[in-house]
């Protein structure tokens, strides 16, 4: 039986008061009052001991648990940080989980889990804490963002449940049992990115727009600064997001002009300024705007740049259905073009199929520039057909043969009837390295080529001048008669054109030579490689029977030009991922011979050296309007040159803005731009970065262009996950869900006094 104090102190007391009412009477009373009081003061130190020893107890459970709640919910930290990691990576955790946390804690054999979802051990503060990660059944699932500043988004979301044991051995017994079992359950949602009509992952600048309208969402991960013309009009039909700051004006020039509109739900709604550049925050445009612009949101968390580099173990190239490289020697000479696998070798068979392919070939009587049928030297490069049989020749077409590694490929034609062009680059004194045909050969266009008649102004090259810039190694290729060359051949081996991996297809295209995987920060300067698509007006095969493809994605490490038309003709899902895309309308010349102009004031073509040759705008470099529909994805400048900062640095430190995303090269005064998709870059052009420098006047080193028309938009069929382009990029954006606390008192040392805190909500989690 226990002991029982209180009684025992309270007969002690009622016998010595009956001994002091006896004490005339009874002997020995001082000694037994004496005895009495000892006994009653014992008591009190037992009791005083005994309560001192629950405190001392409680108050060390009370310590252990607080270590053990930090412990724990550091360890939920660094797991969840562990799962958002895979996905940063475009990797999907994978493994599998333990029954119980006792197995991890028990270290029962075969029973600890594996890879991303196993038991892991980490000491923290002389505890140990275990952690393990379960994964929600039916992983992913197809989701539209419900709250917050990316409501209305479709979203791929994945849901996963931590659970995180802190644990302490018991000194004495040598056993461990758990301070604090938490756990967390997180949303990881992939967020196409081409959602979006603008997405910058630095700073974003609407410098000087002209009239136009954005009809879609607008997002910066870093500053936003919204600014128009003088005299213009811009406005967002859209929400508006920015991690950074809301500046209404330029980042150039403390200024602001035109008026900005944004939509605030029932209608649009002016952004003012007063003359100079003017900072929104949250609060000034929370309630007027209905929640359509917020400022200082998370971050969202983008792929980094190299995962579209050219190598094994980045996304895309592994990923890729097709992949065509254009190989130069250490003298950055064309070796060949190959198809290659997955670890960079060639591809034999491939290779083979895609050289054995042409686009419109013909066998005929040839004749040189002189008329005769006599063989040709090294400089006859104009050929003329007398007898042309292919669906784009005609007899009496003279054709130029190009410098590629395939002889006999036509680069440019001057159909009948049409005077002959001196050829350009005989001009400028190149020589070629390719055979040339004789008399009864085959003259054919090849699928995909090479050729360095592109000059180009943007990317200077040595002192200063109107005159410089440098020749582009071009991968030529031409999009029709590739997907002819895909259907007849193997070339995506056992992938079919309508496959739907992913979405459809996805093409990589790239040039490997000198420096071509080396980022211009460390080189010191941009590298002369590039690809040029054409003849993609329509993305299918003209082979009869051939199937339809569900969409394409185009990407390289490298600099992208389109020529014409993309995607115009029976629109498809389609993106164009580049170091920096550059947009040629159908009126340049596949010769380039419209590309370096000699200045008409003296008159003299030159040597290529020649000072005559000035950067010119005019009808020999006229644009004729073009439509492209395709999502982009490139790098561009940064004005300023630095995130969050950089302002008041003047035209000469400007990118040129959301309106000069596209590098432009041509008079488009006249021509329209039609283009309709999403516009994303992630960081500045890696490979050639060619600083922005405008439309200015005549002989001016900064003359490179006039702008288009501008007449763009954002895709809204990109607001249906199934119409968007083939392995669009995404970006992860976290959520915590549900975090709870609770102690197992099942565990087979629960009997010792640790304090645990109860939840407040029915847990949800399995302990």
Not at 419 to 440: C, E, I, N, V
Not at 590 to 599: C, V
Request: proline share 4%.
């Amino acid at each position: 039986m226990k002991r029982q104090p209180k009684y025992f102190q309270k007969s002690l007391f009622h016998l010595y008061l009956r001994l002091q009412r006896q004490q005339q009477v009874e002997g020995g009373y001082s000694l037994v009052v004496t005895v009495a009081m000892l006994l009653i003061l014992s008591t009190l130190l037992i009791s005083a001991a005994i309560i001192s020893k629950v405190d001392t107890v409680s108050t060390t459970a009370s310590a252990k648990s607080n270590i053990g709640f930090y412990a724990a919910e550091a360890g939920l930290n660094i797991r969840a940080q562990e799962i958002r990691r895979e996905f940063e990576g475009y990797n999907r955790p994978s493994g599998t989980s333990p029954t119980s946390w006792q197995d991890c804690v028990n270290g029962t054999t075969g029973a600890q889990g594996t890879l991303d979802f196993g038991c892991d051990e980490e000491p923290f503060q002389g505890q140990q804490v275990w952690t393990y990660v379960e994964e929600f059944p039916n992983n992913p699932r197809p989701t539209i963002v419900a709250d917050g500043p990316f409501a209305g988004l479709s979203a791929q979301e994945y849901i996963y449940d931590v659970v995180s044991v802190a644990t302490d051995r018991d000194t004495l017994t040598n056993e461990t049992s758990p301070s604090t079992i938490l756990g967390m359950r997180f949303k990881s949602r992939l967020v196409p990115l081409f959602q979006f009509a603008a997405f910058y992952e630095q700073d974003m600048d609407f410098a000087v727009p002209p009239s136009m309208t954005v009809n879609g969402r607008v997002h910066s991960n870093n500053d936003l600064y919204l600014d128009a013309s003088s005299s213009g009009t811009f406005s967002i039909n859209g929400q508006v997001t920015s991690v950074g700051k809301l500046y209404r004006g330029e980042k150039i020039d403390d200024d602001c002009s035109g008026i900005v509109r944004i939509d605030d739900g029932s209608g649009y709604r002016t952004l003012g300024c007063s003359g100079s550049r003017q900072e929104y925050t949250q609060s000034d445009v929370e309630s007027d705007w209905n929640g359509n612009i917020n400022v200082g949101i998370d971050k969202l968390t983008v792929p980094e740049p190299d995962q579209f580099d050219a190598q094994a173990g980045k996304l895309y190239w592994d990923k890729a259905d097709l992949r065509v490289a254009l190989v130069l020697d250490s003298g950055g000479d064309p070796t060949g073009i190959e198809v290659q696998d997955v670890d960079g070798s060639s591809n034999s068979t491939a290779t083979t199929d895609l050289r054995s392919c042409s686009a419109d070939g013909v066998t005929t009587t040839l004749q040189n520039e002189n008329g005769s049928d006599a063989n040709y030297e090294a400089n006859d490069t104009q050929v003329k057909i007398t007898n042309g049989t292919g669906s784009q020749f005609s007899t009496g077409d003279v054709v130029v043969v190009g410098d590629d590694i395939d002889s006999n490929v036509i680069t440019s034609v001057t159909t009948a009837g049409s005077p002959d062009r001196l050829d350009f680059k005989r001009q400028l004194g190149h020589s070629y390295q390719s055979a040339f045909p004789s008399a009864g050969d085959t003259v054919r266009k090849a699928v995909v080529s090479t050729s360095d008649t592109f000059y180009n102004y943007r990317e200077k090259e040595g002192s200063s001048g109107t005159e410089q810039g440098r020749y582009i190694r071009m991968l030529d290729i031409n999009m029709e008669a590739l997907f002819d060359c895909v259907q007849s051949e193997s070339l995506m081996g056992s992938t079919n054109l309508d496959d739907d991996t992913d979405g459809g297809l996805v093409w990589f295209f790239t040039v490997k030579g000198p420096d071509s995987n080396t980022d211009v920060t460390a080189s010191g300067s941009p590298n002369n490689y590039g690809v040029r698509m054409y003849n993609a007006g329509t993305l299918a095969s003209t082979i009869s029977g051939a199937p339809t493809i569900q969409g394409l994605t185009v990407v390289s490490d490298q600099a992208i030009y389109t020529r014409g038309d993309y995607n115009r003709f029976n629109k498809k899902p389609a993106a164009i991922l580049g170091d920096t895309i550059n947009v040629l309308s159908d009126a340049w010349k596949m010769d380039d011979s419209n590309g370096r102009i000699y200045n008409p004031l003296t008159n003299i073509p030159g040597p290529e050296d020649s000072t005559s040759f000035d950067v010119i705008v005019g009808a020999l470099r006229q644009a004729s309007s073009t439509t492209i529909n395709a999502a982009f994805l490139a790098g561009i400048d940064i004005s300023g040159g630095v995130n969050q900062g950089g302002q008041d640095g003047g035209w000469s430190s400007s990118g040129g803005g959301w309106n000069n995303y596209p590098r432009f090269h041509e008079t488009w005064s006249g021509a329209t731009l039609t283009y309709r998709g999403s516009m994303v870059t992630l960081g500045s052009p890696r490979r050639v970065n060619g600083s922005f420098c405008g439309s200015q006047s005549i002989n001016s080193s900064c003359n490179i262009y006039t702008p288009p028309t501008r007449n763009w938009d954002y895709d809204t069929d990109y607001d249906n996950a199934a119409n968007l382009p083939p392995l669009t990029p995404q970006a992860v954006y976290l959520e915590q869900e549900l975090f709870q606390r609770e102690f197992d008192v099942s565990f087979s040392n629960s009997g010792k006094q640790y304090i645990a805190t109860l939840p407040t909500i029915q847990p949800s989690f399995t302990f």
